[in-house]
């Protein structure tokens, strides 16, 4: 029954970041922001499905499921926050169905959804910043890198990966799950 309840949060917790990004680009909001708004706002999805599953076929399912809901979107260019403004055709919301998937099966197969936690933060609140903060911040180009890297995107990957990543060991640590970082809190 948990799972269930877990399945459901989940469904309205997506849909609604579905929702205020379709509403945000309605409303004027560019299509790389509601890109961006979706890859971040989806990463705490991961705080909903710690605190409501306890099987890793449960947390996988939803991002399973997106794998082929973003490939078709992906692939017929149908969903704004799939495609990028910048012609850039890469299939970015596949990959990042496919990497939650595969966190969820690891992490809770683990019974360590904290683990995964580490992994989905960095790749939502880190990148997803990174890219934000660097396009508004990052005149300057990070040495060695011609990928159009910024050192403030880069700096802002690192830090917001970082505070992340320490939040999730200070309170696995502190709500005591098996195979936390003790030491760490």
Known sequence: MQNAV???LSLVYVLAVLAASSLLARRGMGEEGTRKLVHI????????????FTSPWWAA??????IVVNALAWRRQKLAFTARGEGEDTPGTVYYAVSLTLLALFSFGLGAPYAGA???????FGDGLAAVLGRRFGSRPLPGAGDGKSLAGSAAMLGVSFVSCAGVLLAA???GWEGAVPWFA
Do not use: I
């Open 6 to 8: 877990g399945m459901g």
């Open 41 to 52: 706002a989806l990463g705490g999805w991961w705080v909903v499905a710690a605190l409501s």
């Open 61 to 66: 399912a939803l991002p399973a499921a997106f």
């Open 118 to 124: 580490l992994g989905v933060f960095c790749m939502a």
């Open 173 to 175: 640590a502190a709500a």
